[in-house]
């Protein structure tokens, strides 16, 4: 069969064609994280301060959704009740739709702050309707705050968050004020510090460098506080997406609502320590965006906003597109490196695949993750090692990315599928532990993980092929870590697997409550 396309030259001219164009459009988006890079330090000294501060503080109410999250909803609780701010300025809702015993773990922790004087509700609704957008509406049409400040239930909100943000809000046109993430459990493994330094790209570079510079940015769906006149007049919360903070940021900006990053200001919060939680957590984020492209941009596009809005909108909005195209190069690998060795051993020809995999595996990403690295700890030397192993996991995690994406242009909403919270706060090992229970009532082997290691093998393949008659190129390097990565997520979600289904007695007993970290133990008001 490939003789026949080697004796078909317009085959092959079509074949390189198809090939050349989804790489110009990776490509593309790499070079578009050259431009947050600029735009970051091109304005980097545009520092938001509040304008003002208010004579009296206005009320506020603090809501914590959360479905299911026995791990660790007694502590976002604990921590929430020990942010400084007045009481009776002060309400807490705990947006409970769970199914299993952290409601009553909920609930108890609820009655105990009440009885030391906070205004806490616990609300729970008869069903799930909408997810977590479902609950923000229900709470919100019974809230009293003026401003609304939203955590998940993984998260510590720092005692001074309301007095760092609320101030903000004198100038009547902000609409949000974003903090940034920073995370409990950074160093707990390769994985996770893998994931911090994925996270702080998007915060602290893209978050930055659109806000900055006057593009929209997008609330995160926890860490920010909403003037709820801002939330009303956007349209509320709808729950057509799965990235319903994505959807409720364009719409309210749209109407001409400010926001306000703060990279200064951090909340800590747990990153999933095991590959299955990190990949139903990328699943819904490109499925969210892939819905929230498809629902609102359309609309930017067509409207009257400045042109540099709507190019970044078009790039931010558009960005999950690159898992598709990274998908459709790794299959294409093959027939461009067997076309390279038999076919073209002289001329530009014969650079293709060189090129490509370059710069799949280079464009933009890291000066882009390195410029986040030297911002936030003023160096880069610690996390340069860790870039290698951000490109291979951000290759092998794009076919489920890709599987999302389609799903959200052309599937139906589907289904919240929370990240699984496991209440570490560090280099700890409880979370194997509740990894086992989880897997043991939720988990079974799904086909994507064998066909991601064939995919691995299949680049194996591309690999031996390039090295089979001395072609040993530049490209080589980069596609070993594409191999990595398709090998290093199966096998990482088998042994999760693996883990989740031994016996329930070897289980029995072991579940330990995560303790709060120590600046945020519960005290006796």
């Given at each position: 069969m490939m003789d026949r396309l080697l004796a078909n030259e317009w085959a092959v001219n079509g074949f390189l064609a198809a090939y050349l164009i989804v790489l110009t459009l990776v490509c593309i988006y790499g070079l578009h994280r050259y431009q947050l890079v600029h735009l970051y330090y091109k304005y980097r000294r545009n520092t938001p301060s509040p304008r003002a501060c208010f004579r009296v503080l206005p009320r506020v109410t603090i809501q914590l959704p959360m479905f299911?999250?026995?791990?660790?909803?007694?502590?976002?609780?604990?921590?929430?009740?020990?942010?400084?701010?007045?009481?009776?300025?002060?309400?807490?809702q705990v947006l409970d739709d769970s199914t299993d015993e952290s409601v009553e773990i909920a609930r108890r922790a609820v009655e105990h702050w009440r009885e030391q004087g906070f205004d806490i509700k616990y609300i729970r609704r008869p069903n799930r309707e909408g997810f977590k957008a479902g609950a923000l509406a229900n709470g919100l049409a019974q809230a009293a705050g003026e401003f609304i400040l939203i955590f998940d239930a993984d998260f510590l909100p720092p005692p001074q968050?309301?007095?760092?943000?609320?101030?903000?809000?004198?100038?009547?046109?902000?609409?949000?004020?974003?903090?940034?993430?920073?995370?409990?459990?950074?160093?707990?493994?390769?994985?996770?510090?893998?994931?911090?330094?994925?996270?702080?790209?998007?915060?602290?570079?893209?978050?930055?460098?659109?806000?900055?510079?006057?593009?929209?940015?997008?609330?995160?769906?926890?860490?920010?506080?909403?003037?709820?006149?801002?939330?009303?007049?956007?349209?509320?919360?709808?729950?057509?997406?799965?990235?319903?903070?994505?959807?409720?940021?364009?719409?309210?900006?749209?109407?001409?609502?400010?926001?306000?990053?703060?990279?200064?200001?951090?909340?800590?919060?747990?990153?999933?320590?095991?590959?299955?939680?990190?990949?139903?957590?990328?699943?819904?984020?490109?499925?969210?965006?892939?819905?929230?492209?498809?629902?609102?941009?359309?609309?930017?596009?067509?409207?009257?906003?400045?042109?540099?809005?709507?190019?970044?909108?078009?790039?931010?909005?558009?960005?999950?597109?690159?898992?598709?195209?990274?998908?459709?190069?790794?299959?294409?690998?093959?027939?461009?490196?067997?076309?390279?060795?038999?076919?073209?051993?002289?001329?530009?020809a014969r650079y293709v695949f060189d090129a490509s995999v370059l710069l799949m595996a280079t464009c933009g990403a890291t000066s882009f993750y390195i410029a986040s690295q030297r911002a936030q700890f003023k160096t880069w030397a610690d996390s340069i090692k860790y870039i290698p192993f951000l490109m291979s996991l951000g290759i092998g995690i794009s076919l489920n990315n890709a599987r999302a994406v389609l799903a959200g242009f052309f599937g139906k909403p589907g289904e919240f599928v929370r990240t699984p919270k496991f209440g570490v706060t560090g280099q700890d090992t409880h979370w194997k532990r509740d990894v086992q229970a989880s897997r043991k009532r939720n988990g079974r082997i799904r086909l994507q993980p064998f066909v991601e290691l064939a995919m691995g093998l299949y680049l194996l393949a591309c690999l031996l092929l390039c090295l089979k008659d001395g072609k040993v190129t530049v490209g080589v390097p980069f596609l070993c870590l594409f191999m990595v990565g398709y090998l290093y997520v199966p096998l990482t979600t088998w042994f999760g697997h693996r883990l989740g289904h031994r016996s329930v007695e070897d289980l029995a007993g072991r579940h330990e409550p995560s303790a709060v970290p120590a600046p945020f133990r519960t005290r006796t008001p």
């Open positions: 299911n999250e026995q791990a660790v909803a007694r502590r976002i609780i604990d921590a929430t009740c020990q942010v400084d701010y007045p009481r009776d300025r002060l309400e807490i968050i309301l007095r760092e943000t609320i101030h903000y809000f004198t100038e009547p046109r902000v609409g949000m004020v974003q903090a940034r993430w920073e995370h409990l459990n950074r160093q707990q493994s390769l994985l996770t510090k893998t994931q911090a330094i994925l996270l702080d790209g998007h915060f602290v570079i893209e978050h930055a460098a659109r806000n900055r510079s006057g593009r929209f940015m997008s609330f995160n769906g926890t860490a920010g506080l909403w003037r709820r006149t801002c939330i009303d007049d956007a349209g509320g919360w709808q729950h057509d997406t799965l990235t319903e903070d994505l959807d409720l940021s364009y719409r309210a900006q749209m109407r001409g609502w400010k926001f306000v990053f703060l990279p200064d200001l951090t909340s800590p919060a747990e990153l999933p320590p095991d590959m299955d939680g990190f990949k139903q957590q990328q699943y819904r984020w490109a499925k969210g965006g892939a819905q929230t492209c498809r629902k609102l941009l359309p609309t930017v596009l067509r409207s009257r906003l400045p042109k540099r809005i709507k190019l970044e909108a078009f790039f931010h909005l558009t960005s999950c597109t690159v898992y598709p195209y990274v998908v459709l190069l790794t299959l294409m690998l093959y027939p461009v490196v067997y076309l390279k060795v038999h076919l073209f051993d002289e001329g530009w």
